[in-house]
């Protein structure tokens, strides 16, 4: 299902381009500059165009000579950036231009060639793990479909396509390398992105600024966390988690950085760096002790283990603030040659100010954009709108007082949870600030590579002038996806995009199944619904009144999220078996169909789950010992599905870590912190788990048939137990036992598959007919939407 803040401006998206409200926004004096800066400080028009080409070479090498790329001005272009399709005047068969793309910059010239593709030859780009590209539909060249006489001429509405979360560069990039990063960069272009965060590296430049404070590299050594968990301890949320970082991993990331930034520019992108949001190394502390710094409060571990939480914070309001801002600035812009004076800072991301007084909270703001424009004169500062979702200590008086502490137009606030909790709704529209979707438009998941139906609609309406037809647009999508139109297929997705892809609920956390995301809970504790607990031999180890039906809303226990009706996502995925030989040698097809397999099984899955505990509480011992039966077979059987599909490994996670290590003790730092960020992610003790377990669970093969699985059987061997022995749910052993397992899963150095096996479309039919064909077998019917669902032609 759609992860969580993947659908994020989805809906503020397709707003944008439906109602009457103008999606340009007013007109911000400081902003206009900030477009002047970047039209003059732009790279050469020839290095954009040679950025364009040498994409195209990447993507479709045999078309190298069929399309020929301009640079244009805004002027040409009608005032706004756009890009222009033209048939090639000088078009003379086969080894001569036949297209010729027009565009503001190497960005939009990409974002044009990828249009005429999606539009003219029926193709479809999206991420390798996600399938890859569909380009077996472009016909051969001096076969190229023209375009209408005169052209085709496509403006954006907005300025900015911003894309990135604070902390994509963890959950997604953290083992990347030149050779991914470039694919990436060319993903963007094609998409039309031209402000992406550039976060890579930042860790050397604070190296450098705390060298001239005599902070040695040991004290930076608790300061900075592990690969895995760099994002967290830039916002100051804890600090040395996963860590130390050798030396070697600081030197290698900032080269790298200086090749991200190379190519971003190349194509005339805007790439945002960092700025200095308050958090400092406790050294720093020692070293000017009347300094005012804030010891923060614990985020998120157990116990408030110092050892990890409670970082410093230096107040805005001491000098040293702005002249530490003001190196950091000056430190990146030495480093990489330039800026595009567009700088990212959030401060106190999921932590709360010391006080509340708006003109404190004035005070620390108006010091934070001093600190930028300090080392650039015409920063301007871009801020993730999250801390005004996420934290109620910003009332509008405080929320008023951070967003008119800097100058109107010299701060962009990302909105960054709208789909759920749009906060420019209930705040006047940031109160007069301007903000990503207003002044341009986004995409800020926290993890990427999957949902590419999603990425390629909203990296689209970047480019919509009127309301998108959904239904035409997602009865043409599989047939670009996969390349053959499929009667059968455009039917399923028709239904998909009525089920999956339509959650108003404002709900989140749609990834909390219970295969992924066990429960760490009493069995009387979670909800069954129809089943009331037993009323003799009570053997909880709750008092009774805790137990008895209550709101799942007040539940320790995460109830999975069913937003649809999911005998029609079965029937979705009978489409998918029955047409399935169609298109069965598409990469894009086979992730789909396992995606959408993992999908019904997974929410099959959590049903048996629930039906094992009314087997528990109605004291029934053979229903407990078949269905958990019934549940490890599952999930055996579902990790054969995923690694049918490399999409679906957990092995390039691993593998990608361990290949940026320099020696055998960096391999195994790097492949603790892969494994740890899927798991447990943070502290814990040998009875007490982390508070943020399973926050980054993945469907990966081989996590679940060597943690999901084991996890689940240690839980269900003292349900049985407990059922055996007439004794109470042995809780704190299974937190012993499970807590056990995950730490010696993250040590483990078990070596997992990087490549698929397995027919994925033999699979999934024989898991449908064993799983889904005849659900009520188990009398699993009365739950929830499940039910009987036949499908003759696979019988």
């Known amino acids: 299902p759609p992860a969580p803040r993947l659908l994020l401006l989805l809906a503020l998206l397709i707003a944008c381009a439906a109602s009457g409200v103008g999606c340009s926004g007013p007109r911000f004096a400081q902003l206009d500059r900030l477009r002047e800066l970047h039209q003059r400080e732009r790279r050469p028009a020839a290095e954009q165009v040679d950025a364009a080409r040498g994409l195209l070479a990447r993507l479709l090498p045999s078309h190298s000579a069929s399309f020929e790329f301009r640079v244009v001005s805004t002027e040409q272009c009608g005032g706004k950036a756009c890009f222009i399709i033209n048939n090639h005047p000088s078009f003379d068969g086969e080894g001569t231009p036949e297209i010729l793309i027009l565009g503001a910059s190497g960005v939009e010239i990409s974002t044009g060639l990828h249009w005429y593709l ?162 400092i190394p406790a050294a720093l502390k020692l070293k000017f002790p009347s300094a005012k710094v804030t010891h923060l409060g614990n985020w998120f571990t157990v116990d408030s283990n110092p050892r990890w939480c ?33 700088y990212n800072c959030d401060t106190f991301d999921e932590n709360t100010p010391p006080l509340s007084d708006p003109n404190y909270i004035s005070s620390l703001g108006a010091a934070t954009f001093r600190a930028m424009q300090s080392g650039d004169d015409d920063a301007i500062w871009l801020m993730q709108g999250w801390l005004f979702t996420y934290d ?240 490890l077979n599952l999930v055996n059987d579902l990790d054969m599905l995923l690694a049918s599909h490399e999409g679906f490994l957990l092995g390039p996670w691993l593998e990608s870590a361990k290949g940026l290590a320099r020696d055998h003790e960096q391999e195994i730092q790097y492949e603790w912190n892969a494994r740890t960020q899927i798991t447990m992610w943070f502290d814990n003790t040998n009875t007490k788990a982390s508070l943020l377990r399973d926050y980054a669970n993945k469907y990966w093969s081989g996590l679940l048939r060597d943690y999901y699985r084991p996890r689940a059987a240690i839980y269900f061997k003292h349900l049985i137990s407990s059922l055996k022995k007439n004794e109470p749910f042995a809780l704190e052993e299974w937190r012993r036992e499970w807590i056990s397992l995950t730490n010696n899963w993250q040590s483990d150095r078990k070596v997992f598959a990087t490549t698929a096996t397995g027919d994925a479309l033999n699979i999934s039919r024989t898991l449908y007919i064993k799983y889904l064909r005849n659900t009520d077998a188990l009398g699993l019917d009365g739950m929830d939407s499940f039910g009987k669902n036949q499908m003759p032609s696979l019988l």
């Open 392 to 631: 109620p200590f910003w009332e509008p008086p405080q929320m008023k007082a951070l967003l008119h502490s800097v100058p109107v137009g010299r701060m962009i606030v990302l909105d960054l949870y709208a789909e759920v909790k749009p906060v420019w709704i209930n705040s006047d529209q940031f109160y007069g600030v301007p903000y990503i979707w207003k002044v341009g438009v986004g995409m800020s998941m926290e993890g990427i590579e999957q949902n590419p139906i999603v990425y390629d609609l909203m990296s689209e309406m970047s480019f919509h002038q009127r309301q998108v037809d959904l239904q035409v647009w997602v009865e043409t999508y599989p047939t670009r996806r996969y390349g053959k139109s499929v009667v059968g297929l455009q039917d399923a997705w028709r239904i998909l995009h009525q089920t999956l892809y339509n959650c108003t609920d404002g709900k989140n956390d749609k990834n909390r199944d219970v295969i992924v995301a066990f429960p760490d809970v009493e069995p009387f504790v979670i909800q069954t619904p129809g089943l009331y607990a037993r009323t003799s031999k009570n053997y909880s180890t709750l008092a009774l009144e805790n137990y008895v039906v209550k709101d799942a809303s007040n539940d320790a226990y995460e109830q999975p999220h069913i937003w649809y009706d999911t005998v029609a996502v079965i029937h979705a995925l009978e489409l998918f078996l029955e047409y399935g030989d169609e298109v069965s040698d598409s990469s894009t097809f086979r992730y789909d169909l396992v995606d959408l397999t993992r999908q019904a099984l997974a929410k099959y899955a959590n049903q048996i789950f629930l039906k094992i505990i009314q087997g528990y509480k109605s004291n029934n011992i053979n229903q407990v010992t078949t269905l958990c039966d019934r549940f």
């Open 118 to 279: 999606k539009n003219y030859c029926a193709a479809h780009i999206s991420w390798a793990k996600t399938g890859g590209s569909q380009l077996s539909s472009v016909p051969y060249p001096g076969s190229l479909p023209r375009v209408p006489a005169g052209g085709i001429l496509i403006q954006r509405p907005v300025d900015w396509s911003y894309y990135q979360n604070a902390v994509t560069s963890s959950y997604s990039f953290a083992w990347w390398d030149w050779e991914r990063w470039e694919k990436e960069i060319d993903w963007m272009a094609l998409q039309g992105i031209n402000l992406p965060l550039a976060f890579t590296g930042q860790e050397t430049i604070w190296q450098k600024v705390f060298q001239r404070y005599n902070i040695s590299k040991s004290d930076l050594d608790n300061f900075f966390g592990g690969p895995a968990f760099l994002s967290w301890s830039r916002m100051a949320n804890m600090h040395g988690w996963g860590g130390p970082l050798p030396q070697t991993w600081l030197d290698d990331q900032l080269t790298l950085q200086k090749k991200i930034l190379s190519r971003m520019y190349a194509f005339g992108m805007s790439p945002v760096l960092p700025a200095f949001s308050g958090n």
């Open 310 to 342: 409670c970082t410093y914070l230096l107040d805005a309001s001491d000098p040293l603030y702005v002249e530490i801002g003001k190196l950091f600035i000056e430190e990146q812009i030495r480093e990489y040659g330039r800026t595009s004076h567009v």
